[in-house]
């Protein structure tokens, strides 16, 4: 049955791929068209070190991912560890005692936990007194009445939004909804700041956040942007004077974005960027093969192979405990690096429920080469994300779907 679905494939999905090549052609142009305003130039791979003073590569990648994004300005650093250290470093830069943040997308993603103060950490934003509002999607979508309405009776001073759907069962958040969503926060708040994670998402459409009104977006390099080359590092886009506050407070007030050494980075966050279309192409089209392998075996997968797509993330809702950690581990079986290591459901910093994990990859915890987690907490759901290339990731996903039905 499998060997006759997977034939099927290439004709089936021959149409939404090229649509995926559309998109990435037109990405394509406008990070080339960004390399060539900017002038970047082989000099630019050069790094310096100690204090980063005069570092010309790193403030050229910045103005780069600036014209990329529409945006002022950009903090484009090594010295993130991660979208969340990325996200986290927005937040503390932003808020103040007393401020009150509001995520309008519901509980935001699970690493957030401690940099929120859900779980009382005492370095957490609720330890230096800021307040923490939600508001739930309704059908994945904004519930817009209820965000104006708590913008008129409350002084918001940041508004999150996560794109992505993280360890959550709805639905990723298009452009266009954002789109939406701010012009009625406009409405109601005109200076409330507007924040983006942006993570998985960057290059699956051809509009970024701050095309649409918001002030700031952030996401990191061992995703999309990344390019499977950046071995590390984040980055955050918008607004100038908020960019300055987000560089003071990754590194010093009042030395800003003049200091943080690129470390020997420049060369491969620029490869990687300009790869980027293309493997953000490969990640898409495995997450749609896999989402129609599982579709046509009779699995609930989100999205189905032929809805539009948000980001890179695919989700295989296998509501089994025992499903879910043959399929993951079969994935790391079948993975380029690390193939022999047996992976089990275990603890991980910044999340409360046990965590299941495959991810062969060069650079480690890239979910732009193919990697699948998910907690071990019912419904049990996969999330594959990546692959640098598809004929790779197919070679892969078949694998461990037979793996997983034999």
Known sequence: MLDKIV???KEELKNIFE?????EEFNSRKILDAFIQNCVSESDFHSATGYGYNDMGRDKIESVYASIFRAEDALVRTQFISGTHAISTCLFALLRPGDTMLSICGKPYDTLDSVIGFNNNPSSLKAYNV????IDLVD???NYEEIKKVLKVNKIKLIEIQRSKGYSTRESLSIEKVERVVKEIRSVD??????VDNCYCELVSTREPIEVGVDVCVGSLIKNLGGAIASNGG?????KDLIDLCAERLNVPGEGKEVGPSLNQNKMILEGLYFAPMIVSNALKTAIYTSYLFDKLGYEVSPKYNETRVDIVQSIIFKDADKLIKYVTAIQSNSKIDSNAMIVPSDMPGYDDKIIMASGSFTEGSSIELSCDGPVRSPYIAYQQGSISYKYGKIIVTRAI???IK
């Open 140 to 142: 994945n979508d904004f």
């Open 7 to 9: 034939r099927n494939s």
């Open 235 to 239: 980055y955050i886009v918008g607004r």
């Open 190 to 195: 005109k200076d409330v700041i507007i924040m």
């Open 402 to 404: 037979e793996h997983l």
């Open 131 to 134: 307040d923490y509002k939600q």
């Open 19 to 23: 649509g995926i090549d559309e998109i």
